[in-house]
Nanobody
Framework: QVQLVESGGGLVQAGASLRLSCAHS????????TGWFRQAPGKEREFLAA????????RYADSVTGRFTVSRDNSKSTVYLQMNSLKPEDTAVYYC?????????????????WGPGIQVTVSS
């Protein structure tokens, strides 16, 4: 059973940076990519970024391109989401997820396992 746990969230002021971590445990043979999503109150879950197991493929949502960077360190079984120039509209619960598919990374339905989520709050 794959397990994912996010960390690194919190309360920051607009313009600040945060780095989220996603610790991955369990079998990895069925995981092709790890993605990051967020969900604000009253809104649908939104795709942010995804990275392949090797790190050779990355994909970003237009809304975060240039501000957010996804990376991974397989020696630590951890995927990171570096978030810069944070805005109040970035406030949400952030989730990482593991996908066993090579396509459709922007779709929540492509992911088989999810972390519990972590709150990020950006004050103005």
């Amino acid at each position: 059973q794959v397990q994912l746990v996010e960390s690194g969230g919190g309360l920051v002021q607009a313009g600040a940076s945060l780095r989220l971590s996603c610790a991955h445990s369990g079998p990895t043979s069925t995981t092709y990519a790890t993605g990051w999503f967020r969900q604000a109150p009253g809104k649908e879950r939104e795709f942010l970024a995804a990275i392949s197991w090797s790190g050779g493929r990355k994909r970003y949502a237009d809304s975060v391109t240039g501000r957010f960077t996804v990376s991974r360190d397989n020696s630590k079984s951890t995927v990171y989401l570096q978030m810069n120039s944070l805005k109040p509209e970035d406030t949400a619960v952030y989730y990482c997820a593991a996908a066993g598919r090579t396509v459709g990374w922007a779709l929540p339905a492509s992911y088989d396992y999810w972390g519990p989520g972590i709150q990020v709050t950006v004050s103005s």
